[in-house]
């Protein structure tokens, strides 16, 4: 099976800084990684993902993740963040085939406070 | 035009109950979910359905019971309703390698 592992569970950052949300996973085959946001009192919205190929992935809004097999990493970054992307942020995981193919993993979310 | 549809948004009700919540994908995905959201955030997943056929059961009490009428609809009626049911419960739908697409979400209160 497959698991994810977001080690901070709140970011706290000012306007206009850079942000890193971390994310690990296990998985004894290939993967698919996702990030989803959360704003509160709605459902996930998918902000990037890595299904095959360039391992730097990019949303519209200027969030990035880069896949890195050796480390099993899918970090999250962005170098200027702003009030609205106040928000949950969840990794997660789809095995590339196999049992679990239809299984997605999700870790246990980064709420990242933006502060003024 | 909503791709994922939940109704309803919140339902309150007492201990001991049955509830319904209904969902309905536009988007023509083979796959569809239901997922606990808990007051920590944490998503457990607890059914999925392809193509009407149930592929995944996470070890969710009986009380739970989900219904595929059709590829584009999954429903998910639970009995008994208990304390520890309170939770967000989302829907989502799949294409085939590719990524979910969730509903709104559906807040259930059990009091």
């Known amino acids: 099976a497959q698991s994810v592992t977001q080690l901070d569970s709140q970011v706290p950052v000012f306007e206009e800084a850079p942000v890193e949300l971390r994310c690990n996973y296990s998985s004894s085959v290939s993967v698919y990684l996702f990030w989803y946001v959360q704003y509160p009192n709605q459902g996930l919205q998918l902000l990037l993902k890595y299904l095959s190929g360039s391992t730097l992935v990019e949303s519209i809004n200027g969030f990035e993740a880069e896949f890195n097999k050796s480390q099993t990493s899918f970090h999250l970054r962005k170098p200027s963040v702003h009030i609205s992307d106040t928000a949950e942020y969840f990794c997660?995981?789809?095995?590339?085939?196999?049992?679990?193919?239809?299984?997605?993993?999700f870790g246990s979310g980064t709420k990242l406070n933006v502060k003024p | 035009d909503t791709a994922v549809s939940q109704t309803p948004k919140y339902l309150v009700t007492q201990m001991g109950n049955d509830k319904s919540i209904k969902c309905e994908q536009n988007?023509?995905?083979?796959?569809m979910y239901w997922y606990k959201q808990d007051s920590k955030k944490f998503l457990k997943i607890m059914f999925s359905?392809?193509?009407?056929?149930?592929?995944i059961n996470e070890t969710v009490p009986n009380r739970f019971s989900p219904k595929s009428p059709d590829k584009a609809h999954l429903n998910l009626h639970i009995n008994s309703l208990e304390l520890g049911d309170s939770a967000v419960y989302f829907c989502a739908s799949r294409l085939l390698g590719g990524e979910l697409f969730f509903g709104e979400g559906s807040r259930l209160t059990v009091l």
């Open positions: 359905y392809n193509n009407k056929e149930l592929i």
């Open positions: 988007l023509g995905h083979d796959t």
């Open positions: 997660a995981v789809s095995a590339f085939r196999g049992k679990n193919f239809n299984k997605f993993y």
